[in-house]
Each structure stands twice: as C-alpha cells, then as structure tokens.
Nanobody, 118 residues
Framework: QVQLVESGGGLVQPGGSLRLSCAASGISFGIYVMGWYRQAPGNQRELVAAITGGGSTNYGDSVKGRFTISRDNAKNTVYLQMNNLNPEDTAVYYC????????????WGPGSQVTVSS
C-alpha cells in the first residue's frame, strides 16, 4: 500500500519561510520522480517543483529562486524549502510520486495547507 504523508504546512507571514516534508512508503522511492504541486481555490493544480531519483530538478516559473526541492533517499522523504513567501503562494500543497517508466504508477498525498497572510 502506497502512502505519501505531507507535513510542515501552516500559516506564515509574507516574506517568511516554511519547509514541507513528504514521507513515502510502499514504493521503491529511489526510482520515483517526486514532486510538489499546489492548488489554490478556483485554480488548476500546478507544478511547483520536481526532482528525479538522480537529483535533477525542475521548478515552476513562479517559484524559481525562492523554493528548493530536495530528497533523502535513505529516509524515503522529499522536502520543499519555501522562502520569501507571498500571499500568491497560498494553496494546498500536494506531494506526488511518479514512476518514470510505468507512468500509471502515479500517487498523491492528501495535501497540506499553506497560508501566507499578515
């Protein structure tokens, strides 16, 4: 049974930082592309950042230079360090695990709310 469990969301002031974590189980973590997506009310879910098993990264344009994705394959965990947050970053953030070969093996966490407000 595959499980993705996000943690680290919450309320932060503009300009602040948060770190999200996603612990995975039930998959061969090291071969999966791990990603963070977000969805704000009324908007489509969008890619925030992704990282391959080998450590190559990809970022959405709106977060480049502010967010950093990383992974610890020994801990089956992916992280999203978010700096210089602004109200437009307010959304539910979802962890994703995708097998790059068997792409039907695509899993989502339940989501973690991030709210940026003064």
């Amino acid at each position: 049974q595959v499980q993705l469990v996000e943690s680290g969301g919450g309320l932060v002031q503009p300009g602040g930082s948060l770190r999200l974590s996603c612990a995975a189980s039930g998959i061969s973590f090291g071969i999966y592309v791990m990603g963070w997506y977000r969805q704000a009310p009324g908007n489509q879910r969008e890619l925030v950042a992704a990282i391959t098993g080998g450590g190559s990264t990809n970022y959405g344009d709106s977060v480049k230079g502010r967010f950093t994705i990383s992974r610890d394959n020994a801990k089956n965990t992916v992280y999203l360090q978010m700096n210089n947050l602004n109200p437009e970053d307010t959304a539910v953030y979802y962890c994703n695990a995708r097998n790059p070969v068997f792409t039907r093996n695509n899993y989502w966490g339940p989501g973690s709310q991030v709210t940026v407000s003064s």
